[in-house]
């Protein structure tokens, strides 16, 4: 990366014109339509490779959507179009994309904070410091495992993972197993467990899928809802702002496992919510005391903005941003947000769009500084 400079209190401070951080679907993305606009940049990866944090999850994870619709602009996912594609294959797909298009991917490198510098902003890094003129994050807004506070106080002996933490059934103690948390994850690692241990699952089901994910109703449906989630559930509609709402502070429906296999598979399932401990044990809301070896946090993510200097976030708690372009902050972009523009903003295949969109606005301030000079 071209320009060293002097920064007071620091050894060196690199210079760019733009910087991107993190290497998932949503720096790629973005990193693909800059280098079409020909404009400097880097992308910033804490991982050792690209696609990790999809090679970290549970082992039998497929995605929700088929290869169809998983693919990055300029290269489409392999596979068959209606393959559905593993966690390793997104991971690898993501790391060969990088490769295919030569981005500046810089591994191994984990950014501590970002704050305001002049008309720049500066990045501070485990490895140093760069100056950029823009930044856009694209970390994703769901990276911050989130388990209930109380759960430090059960028992020691019950073993606990985050669903972040889950890979298969042989991490489990002999015994019964509680799934905290009935979004699709938590329904696919219920019926999975339930093969070798006795397993109860706890909370709301909030919809289910009303066809097979995989089967023939599927090459109907899913065409239309991809439509609905890129053009009709966007935030100019009444009704995708109200999803916006419940997408960013609700679970999702069931997908691929719903509550008739769990039945079938002898899950157990209560809909009350497991919200406190008595005596080292979970306690549901109505007072139910449970006594499992085990407990999977199915219970989600938090968005996290902690290492951002400066306000970005309005009252819930999401940054405020237009197309990606962040409210009072020239130059601070957020690409691949739950629900940025449109549902599809979060799906693999749905971010090119609004790194399309980011992407051109970078350019437009790189051409106005030229137009100065």
Known sequence: MPGIRSVTGMTTTRDIDTLIIGAGQAGLATAYHLAERGVEFAVLEADARVGDIWRRRYDSLRLYSPAKYDSLPGWDMPGLAWSWPTKDDMADYLEAYAQRFQLPVHTGVRVQRLQPSGDDYLVITDSGSFAARNVVVATGGWRTPHIPTFAAELDPGIRQLHSSRYRNPGQ??????????????????????????????????????????????????????????????????PMGRALRTQVRTGGGPLLRVKSAHLAAAGVTHVGDKVVGVYGGLPVLADDSVLEPRNIIWCTGFRNDTSWIDFPVCGPDGWPEQSHGAVDGHAGLYFVGLPFQYAFASMLVGGVGRDAAEVARRVAKRQVGTRSRA
């Open 172 to 237: 489990l103690l002999p015994g019964p197993v509680l799934v905290v948390g009935m979004s699709h994850s938590g329904a696919d690692i219920a019926l999975e467990v339930a093969a070798t241990h006795p397993t109860m699952a706890a909370g709301p089901i909030r919809g289910e899928l009303p066809f097979d994910i995989e089967g023939g109703a599927a090459r109907v449906m899913l065409p239309i809802m991809w439509f609905a989630a890129n053009h009709l559930l966007t935030e100019r509609t």
